[in-house]
């Protein structure tokens, strides 16, 4: 079955209930976000949300065209270049090995690429092994970095 990738072109209540469903599948401490929320992230010019449904384009089929995955892009111009990365990747438990992880990534890098990203860096805990052999397959290669992070109220 293939799955159909399209940008959220608005907040409505049927993402606010994908997202209630999706986000905890992918953090266990972080809420959903509000229709505000939502909103503001479609809103924005620096992010791309992205919902994938299973069957094609006008025949979700299978889910009865729920939404299945959903996949944000975030783009942003610093002096050196046109960044881009991807955020928050999930795709319910469902759906899984039905080829919606890859068309979400597909669409996204071709939505950074038509921006004029040279590159696009994500992020993915090694535990996510399926999600890490996908990425490694659609040609990312892993970086030797560090990685920090700040918490604001964390000394």
Not at 118 to 141: I, K, M, W
Request: proline content about 5%; overall charge negative.
């Amino acid at each position: 079955m293939d799955a159909f990738v399209e940008e959220a072109a608005e907040a409505t209540p049927e993402l606010v209930e994908a997202m209630a469903r999706l986000v905890p599948q992918l953090s266990r401490t972080s809420p959903p976000p509000t229709l505000e929320e939502l909103a503001e992230i479609v809103a924005s010019a620096a992010t791309v949300l992205f919902v994938a449904r299973l069957g094609g384009e006008g025949e979700a089929q299978g889910t009865g065209g729920q939404i299945v995955g959903t996949l944000t892009l975030v783009l942003f111009r610093i002096p050196t270049a046109v960044r881009a990365w991807i955020e928050d990747v999930v795709v319910d438990g469902a759906a899984t090995r039905q080829g919606v992880g890859e068309a979400l990534t597909l669409a996204a890098l071709e939505r950074a690429a038509d921006a004029g990203a040279r590159t696009v860096d994500l992020t993915s805990r090694p535990s996510r092994e399926a999600a890490n052999r996908l990425y490694q397959r659609l040609g990312f290669a892993l970086r030797e970095t560090n990685v920090y992070r700040w918490e604001h109220g964390v000394t």
